[in-house]
T-cell receptor, first 114, second 122 residues
Framework: KAGVTQTPRYLIKTRGQQVTLSCSPI?????VSWYQQTPGQGLQFLFE???????NKGNFPGRFSGRQFSNSRSEMNVSTLELGDSALYLC?????????????FGPGTRLTVL | AQTVTQSQPEMSVQEAETVTLSCTYD???????LFWYKQPPSRQMILVIR??????QNATENRFSVNFQKAAKSFSLKISDSQLGDAAMYFC???????????????????FGQGTILTVHP
C-alpha cells in the first residue's frame, strides 16, 4: 500500500504571495491532519479534516486554511505569506482520526519564504 | 491545555548499548494516548511505539520499550541494542480522546515535545 504523499516537496515563495500544498492520504484513510514544524516552535497542529469537514483546528491565524476533497485528498493554503511561515509542513492520515487510530506521516513539504 | 516536555535536547549512545529518552507531560485528562515518533534526516515521521493510558502494562516493540508512570506523568523510551539506524530526532507526543468509547473531539491532534536528537556511535 502506498504511503502518504505530499506535493510539492520543496517550495520557495516571497512575502505576500500565497501557496497551496497537497496531501494524498493512504488509500482508505479518511482523516487528514496538518502540522507545521519549525526550529523555534517545534511541531504544531494546524487542522484536521474528515469527510470534507474540518473537525479540529489549532491556534493559527486565518491566513492558514485547508480543505478536503471527496477522495480524501487534502490541500492547505497559506495566504499573504510571512517570513515566519517558512517551515516543514507535514500531513498525516489515519482511518477515522480517532485517538485509537495510528497517524501515518508524509515526507513533508519544505516551504521557504523570502 | 496539555503540554509535553522532553528535557534532553541531545543524547548519545554506543552501538549495541541501551539508552533511555525522557518525556513528561501535563494533563488533567484520565484517558489519553502517548506516542514516540522517530524523525530521521529524511524528515519522515515514523511511529515507534504507542501506549494507552488505561493500560498499566508498558508497551514494547522489539528493541523499543516504554516506562509509563501515569501518576508521575512520565513516559520514557528505552532503546536496547542500539543500532546506527536508530540515529534520529525522537519526539514524544500526547493525544487526547477523540471518538471511541471515551468520546472526545480532539480529532487528529497530536501534541509534541521539543524532541531529542539521538546520536549512535559505532
Amino acid at each position: 500500500k502506498a504511503g502518504v504523499t505530499q506535493t510539492p516537496r520543496y517550495l520557495i515563495k516571497t512575502r505576500g504571495q500565497q501557496v497551496t500544498l497537497s496531501c494524498s492520504p493512504i488509500s482508505g484513510h479518511r482523516s487528514v491532519s496538518w502540522y507545521q514544524q519549525t526550529p523555534g516552535q517545534g511541531l504544531q497542529f494546524l487542522f484536521e479534516y474528515f469527510s470534507e469537514t474540518q473537525r479540529n483546528k489549532g491556534n493559527f491565524p486565518g491566513r492558514f486554511s485547508g480543505r478536503q476533497f471527496s477522495n480524501s485528498r487534502s490541500e492547505m493554503n497559506v495566504s499573504t505569506l510571512e517570513l515566519g511561515d517558512s517551515a516543514l509542513y507535514l500531513c498525516a492520515s489515519s482511518l477515522f482520526g480517532k485517538s485509537t487510530d495510528t497517524q501515518y506521516f508524509g515526507p513533508g513539504t519544505r516551504l521557504t519564504v523570502l | 491545555a496539555q503540554t509535553v516536555t522532553q528535557s534532553q535536547p541531545e543524547m548519545s549512545v554506543q552501538e549495541a548499548e541501551t539508552v533511555t529518552l525522557s518525556c513528561t507531560y501535563d494533563t488533567s485528562e484520565s484517558d489519553y494516548y502517548l506516542f514516540w515518533y522517530k524523525q530521521p534526516p529524511s524528515r519522515q515521521m515514523i511511529l515507534v511505539i504507542r501506549q494507552e493510558a488505561y493500560k498499566q502494562q508498558n508497551a514494547t516493540e522489539n528493541r523499543f520499550s516504554v516506562n509509563f508512570q501515569k501518576a508521575a506523568k512520565s513516559f520514557s523510551l528505552k532503546i536496547s541494542d542500539s543500532q546506527l539506524g536508530d540515529a534520529a530526532m525522537y519526539f514524544c507526543a500526547y493525544r487526547s480522546p477523540a471518538g471511541g468509547h471515551a468520546g472526545g473531539t480532539s480529532y487528529g491532534k497530536l501534541t509534541f515535545g521539543q524532541g531529542t536528537i539521538l546520536t549512535v556511535h559505532p
